[in-house]
T-cell receptor, first 113, second 111 residues
């Protein structure tokens, strides 16, 4: 079955450590997105990519980095510059057509310890 | 800043009643509108999309769109306890067509 796989499901980060969240899709979608969700809050866009080897900053890109070397993969690195990284991270994809909604992965819950 | 506004709730309805969820948006150029359901601790799931003014029905769900008033709504008929979740409204916006999400309305259906 086609879908989006995020891993790991839970991740614990120590202060000052970089961590990478994985997002893989086999839907043949061109566009991929990373969102952050805090308790009681909506989804805030971190980064997005419409095609391979190209990506744009979203509303809250500071402290995060991404790469898009393959169509199927869009990993997100949470760097030590991100001062409040504890959140639920969601990856989504879309066929790059505005008439389609996004398909979401199951999410990664990141906690700073 | 383009925005999507929803009442945060909680909206509480008895089992079998109609639940009405509302959303307003600021970008008059928006063309695509979506409703997502998100259970606690889970990721959002697309349940309805609507693109033209009027109503669109799918089972117990009806989406309503009024572009002149910049208003989208979701009606859930014969509400069930399993409908208890947070409902996110999403609207496409901007040249890239990215979705902007509201903060969601928490719905509680009481048996």
């Amino acid at each position: 079955d086609g879908g989006i796989t995020q891993s790991p499901k839970y991740l614990f980060r120590k202060e000052g450590q970089n961590v990478t969240l994985s997002c893989e899709q086999n839907l043949n979608h061109d566009a991929m997105y990373w969102y952050r969700q805090d308790p009681g809050q909506g989804l805030r866009l971190i980064y997005y990519s419409q095609i391979v080897n190209d990506f744009q900053k979203g509303d809250i890109a500071e402290g995060y980095s991404v790469s898009r070397e393959k169509k199927e993969s869009f990993p997100l690195t949470v760097t030590s510059a991100q001062k409040n990284p504890t959140a639920f991270y969601l990856c989504a994809s879309n066929p790059r057509a505005t008439h389609y909604g996004y398909t979401f992965g199951s999410g990664t819950r990141l906690t700073v310890v | 800043q383009k925005e999507v506004e929803q009442n945060s709730g909680p909206l509480s309805v008895p089992e079998g009643a109609i639940a009405s969820l509302n959303c307003t948006y600021s970008d008059r150029g928006s063309q695509s509108f979506f409703w997502y359901r998100q259970y606690s601790g889970k990721s959002p799931e697309l349940i309805m999309s609507i693109y033209s003014n009027g109503d669109k029905e799918d089972g117990r769900f009806t989406a309503q769109l009024n572009k002149a008033s910049q208003y989208v709504s979701l009606l859930i008929r014969d509400s069930q306890p399993s409908d208890s979740a947070t409902y996110l409204c999403a609207v496409n916006s901007g040249s890239q067509g990215n979705l902007i999400f509201g903060k969601g309305t928490k719905l509680s259906v009481k048996p």
